[in-house]
């Protein structure tokens, strides 16, 4: 990459940053495409997120993805919020032209699902009650889902999601009730969305949420965890004949989408992929 007086610099904020999977993933679209770009990683400490914002600014960056601590106290910066990252509270992508904010999160797995399946109609399933499955049930509210139910260990906080979720007014079905009572909504469910971080390395031998036994042919599982590939969850899906849906693809179209709000190109989802498998160490 030939970086010159003229290239546009997009990156990410973030504090830790450096285990990032966004710059080799970006980079590679930009190359791809020869455009004069680069993405690089800041690790911003939560004390400097206005002078980080307002230094950008000044430098002429001309966009930010947003991660862990950042998505929520950065909002405050802005001019703008879309319309469903206000919804959801939190933004991690920041298009410097109108100091809007988005969040491509949600989307990121609605894409990686409608690979497999449409969501429109659908009843579906998300486990957990945190920042990934808020981020994620707007979205399916927003994709016309038929029913939506979210499954947590604290139940306090999955009805909190769900009220919030229903007043929305995007889909009119939403309930609420304890993770352990998962397998008493698996033979209706059509798609399975796993937002907890159970499996995730180092811990692989985690307990999934649902075994093979209670899955049936044509259950859509995603599973939003990208390390392992093939989480314990997922593997269960593999071993009933269902549908897996790989946490990559997420992580995949969830940069896609930052890179279309930044440059307005379609991004070059195939580049992208390959150079987040290489970067993963995946076939």
């Known amino acids: 990459m030939n970086i010159k007086g003229s290239t546009n610099i997009v990156g990410l904020i973030g504090h830790p940053v450096e285990h990032s999977f966004s710059p080799p993933m970006h980079n ?3 190359r791809a495409l020869n455009m004069d770009y680069a993405y690089v990683a800041f690790d911003v400490n939560p004390l400097n997120l206005k002078s980080a914002i307002d230094g950008a600014k000044s430098l002429n960056i001309k966009g930010f993805n947003v991660t862990i601590p950042h998505k929520i106290e950065v909002m405050e910066f802005l001019d703008e919020i879309d319309e469903v990252a206000a919804l959801i509270g939190a933004v991690n992508t920041i298009d410097f032209k109108d100091m809007k904010g988005y ?20 009843k579906v399933l998300v ?21 939506l139910t979210i ?4 139940v306090e906080k999955a009805s909190n999601l769900a009220e919030d ?14 993770i352990s009572e998962i397998n008493g909504y698996l033979n209706d469910a059509d798609i399975l969305i796993d937002t907890t971080p159970l499996g995730m390395h180092p811990h692989v031998d985690d307990e999934p949420i649902a075994y093979a036994e209670n899955m049936h042919e044509d259950l859509v599982v995603f599973d939003a965890v990208y390390n392992p590939n093939e989480t314990v969850l997922i593997s269960q899906a593999i071993e009933a004949g269902a549908k897996p849906v790989y946490g990559i693809k997420m992580l995949l179209y969830q940069g896609a989408e930052s890179f279309e709000i930044w440059t ?8 992208m992929e390959k150079a987040l498998r290489d970067t993963l160490n995946l076939e």
Not at 106 to 121: F, L, Q, R, T, Y
Not at 151 to 154: I, S
Not at 264 to 271: L, Q
């Open 264 to 271: 307005g190109k379609k991004a070059p989802v195939d580049v």
């Open 28 to 30: 590679a679209a930009f």
């Open 151 to 154: 499954l947590n260990r604290n």
């Open 103 to 122: 969040n491509t999160d949600g989307i990121g797995a609605v894409k990686a699902i409608e690979e497999v399946s449409s969501i429109k109609n659908k």
């Open 127 to 147: 486990a957990g009650a945190g920042g990934a499955s808020r981020a994620i049930s707007f979205y399916i509210a927003k994709y016309d889902a038929e029913s």
């Open 165 to 178: 979720v229903l007043d929305s007014g995007l889909i009119g079905e939403v309930k609420s009730d304890s």
